[in-house]
T-cell receptor, first 112, second 115 residues
Framework: EADIYQTPRYLVIGTGKKITLECSQT?????MYWYQQDPGMELHLIHY???????EKGDLSSESTVSRIRTEHFPLTLESARPSHTSQYLC???????????FGQGTRLTVV | AQTVTQSQPEMSVQEAETVTLSCTYD???????LFWYKQPPSRQMILVIR??????QNATENRFSVNFQKAAKSFSLKISDSQLGDAAMYFC????????????FGKGTKLTVNP
């Protein structure tokens, strides 16, 4: 099983709240990704990182922000949650030398 | 920009039979990798099979094999001797080397295995 962890697994939160979704990996991977998975199961890349202090926006515009201060940690923050942010968020990581991406179990976010 | 297209939202197969899932892709990079990932219900996404674009030989992993047609930008997955545990969402993905190196996924195909 991959050593990449996401917390919380489930989160129900009110509109306007600030939230941070955590993602940590113990594999020393430089590349990390955040995907938003909609109810139809399609995966949209919202953020990615090549390493410490490197972050890029993905193909799907997102109001979330990310940071990469440590190699193992890639948190995603929503400053003011809205119902439209309700979705499943998947974190993944991969090594530069190995193209396989390992995925966390996901965080299912519901904004009410 | 990379794009990955899976034209089959759902597929079904009888247990022990063979099924093929389709995928086409587009990338401007000459060096890239293609993947099939599996996401079982309520479980983690895992890698099924990987193909390096520079390799002409089709990748094979036990009951899973691909048909990689580089000129046509086609990358289909064949599952032989289907098992109940193969039921899942299957995603085709492309990772281009050079440039942005983003891992981009198709919309997925839901595979049902009938006993």
């Amino acid at each position: 099983e991959a050593d990449i962890y996401q917390t919380p697994r489930y989160l129900v939160i009110g509109t306007g709240k600030k939230i941070t979704l955590e993602c940590s990996q113990t594999m020393g991977h430089d590349k990390m990704y955040w995907y938003q998975q909609d109810p139809g199961m399609e995966l949209h890349l919202i953020h990615y990182s090549y390493g410490v202090n490197s972050t890029e926006k993905g193909d799907l515009s997102s109001e979330s922000t990310v940071s990469r201060i440590r190699t193992e940690h890639f948190p995603l923050t929503l400053e003011s949650a809205r119902p439209s942010h309700t979705s499943q968020y998947l974190c993944a990581s991969s090594a530069v030398s190995n193209t396989e991406a390992f995925f966390g179990q996901g965080t299912r976010l519901t904004v009410v | 920009a990379q794009t990955v297209t899976q034209s089959q939202p759902e597929m079904s197969v009888q247990e022990a039979e063979t099924v093929t899932l389709s995928c086409t892709y587009d990338t401007s990079e000459s060096d890239y990798y293609l993947f099939w990932y599996k996401q079982p219900p309520s479980r983690q996404m895992i890698l099924v099979i990987r193909q390096e674009a520079y390799k002409q030989q089709n990748a094979t992993e036990n009951r899973f094999s691909v048909n990689f047609q580089k000129a046509a930008k086609s990358f289909s997955l064949k599952i032989s001797d289907s098992q109940l545990g193969d039921a899942a969402m299957y995603f085709c993905a492309c990772l281009s080397q050079g440039g942005s190196e983003k891992l981009v996924f198709g919309k997925g195909t839901k595979l049902t295995v009938n006993p």
